[in-house]
């Protein structure tokens, strides 16, 4: 009699193991653009234009974010650890980086999306930017 408690814990144990192994600990897909040696990448909208590479150690290099009058050289790029949260930065009169846009993204081989949820001036908030991967020159 005392045997289907004992086995019903070890059953919803078993289960819950399961469910903890499942889950996928990092909650974006794919692998940011900066994993990409020697790309360039290119968003071009009406609006905003926005372009960076990419060099051989990964690292962010020639970024441009063009607005209107405004011409901002980007300064880097940063990927929320655990989180698809993307952030780039440029630096202010003043000498301090700061975030340019910001927001959650998906990612592909050859392309990325950012959903805008912090920008520069507050002009690109929930404005979805594509970047897509072009030759390098």
Do not use: H, Q
Request: net charge negative.
């Amino acid at each position: 009699m005392n045997f289907f408690p004992k086995l019903f814990r070890v059953l919803l144990l078993l289960l819950f193991i399961t469910i903890l192994c499942s889950c996928d600990p990092m909650t974006f897909d794919g692998i940011t653009p900066t994993s990409y040696p020697n790309t360039r990448w290119v968003c071009e909208r009406t609006d905003v234009a926005i372009y960076f590479s990419v060099d051989e150690n990964g690292n962010l290099c020639d970024g441009l974010f063009i607005s209107g009058e405004d011409i901002i050289p980007i300064k880097g790029y940063i990927l929320t650890p655990r989180s698809s949260i993307s952030t780039f930065t440029y630096v202010d009169e003043t000498g301090v980086e700061r975030g340019l846009i910001s927001g959650p993204g998906e990612f592909s081989e050859n392309y990325f999306i950012m959903y805008v949820k912090l920008s520069y001036k507050s002009r690109y908030n929930d404005v979805p930017l594509v970047f897509t991967r072009v030759p390098s020159e």
